[in-house]
């Protein structure tokens, strides 16, 4: 075990702690298949199920549960890991000309390949642009760019785009008393629904979401856009790309020649800064936390958090030396791309293959309220199989 000593990776090598912390964040989003929801509703007066289901569920508007930062921990991640990559690259010879064009190839491979994912069960093509592999395609190139700039060019970057993001939707005007609320999906009476300067971040009813009202009608579509039942936005990538350029910043105290626990350090005041800000804009009334809409004040809040665990994760495991525990995550973290794709393809098939072999109850042995935590913990079994082999065999998907 090691005390205060440089943890610098060479290229081509890995830090433990980011496939660790990437294999945990595929978990929370495969575990899903738990519904531990469902698993509350059959228990409703159980303080651990109730923190269960909570922590498996997006909030509704305003605040945060664990299950929120799955995303932008998964988007942090990639901004962490540019600067070994780049290295990485370099190292093999490659210019930076041929890298800048392999970052726009992955790009747009980003984009199509979430539009595919979320059109598998669409009469057609459902282009869309709010969820996460599309999100971080649209930001990626202009991040790679980043990543050859110095370092207070890339801090400049992040206070322009989350300021001029925050002013353009402070200068978008607030719905008048009789807007109605019920053409895009909120009723009046929602409780979420903020009112003075807060009322410019509403759901539905801010600048992204008229922009999404326009340029999401310019592809075709089975009816027209109106809006997002979960008020997700397109132009969310804006301060979805700060997020990933607090990754950036992270993964180059990584790779300095800082000590060990001097990067530990960094870390954990990046963290409580983050977080700190986040709430305060929040509390000011200046800027809602909101995950849904990616508010810059999110940007800040959960990326504190991304700090923290990271920070955390890496002073156990690669500071301290205690990595065996970490295997089963890092397993899924050094193929995040296959088990994302995995989830959306393969979950149905492996449930049913289930049924159908060994019959419709056979996950009801311990009774209903335990059927879904028996069938999802057998998904969950049969992914981590699958990546183990690959694992084994060195198999791993990259775009």
């Known amino acids: 075990m090691t005390n205060?000593?440089?943890?610098?990776p060479l290229p081509g090598q890995r830090l433990t702690s980011l496939d660790t912390y990437r294999g945990f964040v595929m978990f929370l989003m495969v575990a899903e298949v738990l519904h531990l929801a469902r698993v509350y509703k059959f228990f409703p007066d159980s303080a651990f199920w109730r923190f269960l289901a909570y922590h498996q569920?997006?909030?509704?508007w305003v605040g945060c549960s664990l299950h929120d930062l799955i995303q932008p921990s998964f988007t942090f991640m990639v901004g962490v890991a540019l600067p070994f990559s780049i290295a990485s690259r370099a190292a093999k010879g490659q210019s930076q000309a041929f890298m800048t064009l392999h970052a726009l190839w992955r790009a747009l491979v980003l984009v199509l390949l979430g539009i595919f994912l979320r059109s598998l069960h669409a009469e057609q093509t459902y282009f869309t642009f709010e969820d996460t592999l599309t999100q971080i395609g649209l930001g990626y190139w202009f991040l790679f760019l980043l990543g050859f700039r110095p370092v207070r060019d890339q801090y400049l970057a992040l206070g322009v785009l989350l300021f001029g993001y925050w002013l353009a939707f402070a200068l978008y005007p607030v719905p008048g008393p009789d807007f109605n609320y019920e053409a895009v999906g909120v009723p009046k009476d929602w409780p979420h629904?903020?009112?003075g300067f807060a009322a410019h971040w509403n759901k539905n009813s801010n600048l992204a979401a008229a922009f999404d009202q326009w340029f999401l009608n310019l592809f075709p579509r089975e009816k027209p856009f109106v809006y997002n039942g979960g008020g997700y936005l397109t132009l969310s990538f804006i301060p979805t790309l700060g997020t990933m350029i607090l990754g950036l910043l992270a993964g180059q105290?990584?790779?300095s020649g800082r000590s060990g626990m001097a990067k530990v350090q960094w870390l954990a005041a990046a963290g409580a800064l983050g977080l700190l800000s986040g709430l305060i804009f929040h509390w000011l009334g200046l800027c809602p936390v909101v995950k849904r809409i990616w508010t810059p004040s999110?940007?800040?809040f959960s990326g504190g958090w991304c700090f923290l665990i990271l920070g955390g994760l890496y002073l156990v495991i690669d500071v301290w030396g205690y990595k065996r525990w970490t295997f089963p995550l890092v397993v899924i973290g050094?193929?995040?791309?296959?088990i994302y794709c995995m989830s959306w393809l393969m979950e149905d098939f492996i449930l049913d293959s289930f049924r159908i072999h060994m019959g419709p109850n056979a996950f009801k042995i311990f009774g209903e309220a335990y059927e879904t935590l028996l069938s999802g913990t057998a998904v969950i079994a049969v992914f981590w199989l699958i990546l183990?082999?690959?694992y084994k065999r060195k198999l791993f998907l990259k775009i």
């Open 298 to 300: 999110w940007t800040l």
């Open 57 to 60: 569920t997006h909030v509704e």
């Open 334 to 338: 050094m193929n995040s791309i296959a």
């Open 253 to 255: 105290v990584l790779r």
């Open 4 to 8: 205060d000593t440089p943890v610098t």
């Open 388 to 390: 183990f082999w690959m």
């Open 193 to 195: 629904l903020a009112s």
